[in-house]
Antibody, heavy 118, light 112 residues
Framework: QVQLQESGPGLVKPSETLSLTCTVS????????WSWIRQPPGKGLEWVAY???????TYNPSLESRVTISVDTSRNQFSLRLSSVTAADTAIYYC????????????WGQGSLVTVSS | DILMTQTPLSSPVTLGQSASISCRSS???????????LSWLQQRPGQPPRLLIY???NRFSGVPDRFSGSGAGTDFTLKISRVEAEDVGIYYC?????????FGQGTKVDIK
């Protein structure tokens, strides 16, 4: 069973760049599709990005101009960078694997709370 | 974007009774490949979401058969039979038919 763990700073200043890493265990990152999803505290879920290796990537249009995804197959990790953050980007950020052929999220990390504040 | 609308937003239920959650999409979720990419997730308090159902009615590994999904096109339902205390949480529907993938606003299930 795949396991995912997010890591990164819990506090980011406005206008700076949010950076998070998802470390995958129990499976090769090259064999799955992946996503980032976020959830503002006490609110609902928002899909951020979908990708496979560095070959296929699709971003939420509401965030596309600010999002960068990178993949490190040697470390079995992938990363999210979100630039020019504001308080509206404060959220729990989850990485998740995409169930093949189902376009749903089968395994999730525990989530990483990122607060945007000066 | 496809808008996903869930009803009710809150569902108090008696232990052992059933609960139903409706999810309606603003356009058909039938993909050109013939699949309908509608899934249901459960989020217990303080936990990440957990996949329950995918492609309308397929239970994910380890999900009790008390959970069932149905529907087609734009109207979908999650039914929880014989509700147990561990079923308390927020339930989300999600569409993966068209980017951007979108979620319903969530339905809170708690015990009366």
């Amino acid at each position: 069973q795949v396991q995912l763990q997010e890591s990164g700073p819990g506090l980011v200043k406005p206008s700076e760049t949010l950076s998070l890493t998802c470390t995958v265990s129990g499976g090769s990152i090259s064999n799955f599709y992946w996503s980032w999803i976020r959830q503002p505290p006490g609110k609902g879920l928002e899909w951020v990005a979908y990708f496979y290796h560095n070959e296929i990537s699709t971003y939420n249009p509401s965030l596309e101009s600010r999002v960068t995804i990178s993949v490190d197959t040697s470390r079995n990790q992938f990363s999210l960078r979100l630039s020019s953050v504001t308080a509206a980007d404060t959220a729990i950020y989850y990485c998740a694997s995409v169930l093949f052929g189902a376009n749903g999220f089968d395994y999730w990390g525990q989530g990483s709370l990122v607060t945007v504040s000066s | 974007d496809i808008l996903m609308t869930q009803t009710p937003l809150s569902s108090p239920v008696t232990l052992g009774q059933s609960a139903s959650i409706s999810c309606r999409s603003s356009q058909s979720l039938l993909h050109s490949d013939g699949n309908t990419y509608l899934s249901w997730l459960q989020q217990r308090p303080g936990q990440p979401p957990r996949l329950l159902i995918y492609k309308i009615s397929n239970r994910f590994s380890g999900v009790p058969d008390r959970f069932s999904g149905s529907g087609a096109g734009t109207d979908f339902t999650l039914k929880i039979s014989r509700v147990e205390a561990e079923d308390v949480g927020i339930y989300y529907c999600m569409q993966g038919t068209q980017f951007p993938w979108t979620f319903g606003q969530g339905t809170k299930v708690d015990i009366k």
